[in-house]
């Protein structure tokens, strides 16, 4: 693996896993059940929880408002990672706590559908008015509804697994570009109205968080420019996870009271009776602190524009996300620590809590801000340096190799083998023939010196 991409993954557990509240609760109740590292947990946990909170609290920017719901990747190696199982779990908790929430209002079997905690929606190739019409209201009478000051829009989990959909440019799906372009609407928490079944549906707020799954090669190799600069990769809380810190050879059930506790808090939560717990606030402390930090990562922005503008476009797309997100992380955190015989939760977030958020935001921009600068690079370009950055790891290598090696997204094998060419004439790679059982094969290395 490049260094570019190296993350240290007890950093990322330290960071993202929190000492206490719902969120610890939720990773200690499945770690160890299955071979997925806490982190993992903690992120679709983190995720979860946001569902639930939707507008009931919310970012304030000046007269603009958004949600404190959480679009998050869950990034690991392909098959092994089990990120689907992830999943699945956060999706069984969720269906749970509206099975138990609908007891408890007392809803027939025919209402169902009308009184969840948080609507679950499983996601993959869907079009924006499908999007709209699982996510938006049925009409425009129950649009004006949610307006209403005192309401609050239903919330959603969208559960998306292999979130490659979204994020890497395919003409054979060029729908999905439309559907990302709602996601970035709907992420602020309001949908534009759309002409969806037969009424016409008004503009109006809406409440959805996001989890979806993205395999590590798919996150290093193929992020379209569109992911970042259209700003969907910024909008992304990523959980970056290796393989998982232990082995389970047999099946290994919950405690089950452990996992009833966690849906019952939920539930609790969910049925705090007052609409509105007001905008997430900073201590006097944690404002200063984000004063700071903001401000350096603008200076940071401003220097390196001066020396590497593409890199500089990239670091500037994802702040300029990442800002909102560190504020929602520390948020969400903040409301996983609430007791449910405290009445309505105040999300007050105080400065221990808002400094963890930020040094998680930092340590994954450090992972993605290279992934980004790829992306917004021409793709020949990035497919030659990631040939030669091959070469000078690995040393001496088979054309053949190489070609399995290093694949970037739109390069044929006509293409790969010209541009290895013009590499060689360029004097940045070595190419030589050998014979290997009576075969000649061609070998690629680094440059002589």
Known sequence: MSESYEIAQGTVQELCVPDDG??????DTYYGHVEVPPEAFAGAAYTLLSSVIGWKSYLQWADATEPLTLYTALIGASATAHKTTSLSIAERVARDANYQYQHLCGVSLDDEEEHNLVKVITGGHMSQARLLDLLGPKDAEE???WEREGATPPCHLLLWDELKDLLVQDKGYSFLGETRQMLLR???GFQPGSQTRTNY????RCSCALMGTVTLNTWKEQLGEEAVSGGMMGRLLAIPYGPPPSWVP???PVDEARRRELVEWLVALGSVPTSSWGPVELTPDATDYWVDWYTKHKNEIASLERIDQTRAQAQAALFGRYQATALKFAGVQTVSRWNPGDGVPRVLVQADTLKS?????DHVMRFSVPVATEALEDKEYRHQRRV???VASSGPVSFTDLQRAVRTRGITADRFRRLVELLHDEGQLTLSRDTNG???VLIVSPPER
């Open 22 to 27: 719902w969120i610890r609760r939720y990773t």
């Open 143 to 145: 649009a004006h509804k």
């Open 186 to 188: 709907i992420y602020s």
């Open 201 to 204: 549906v008004r503009p109006s």
């Open 250 to 252: 047999l099946p290994s």
């Open 357 to 361: 958020a930020c040094a998680y935001i």
């Open 388 to 390: 030669t950055d091959y």
């Open 438 to 440: 009576g075969r000649e």
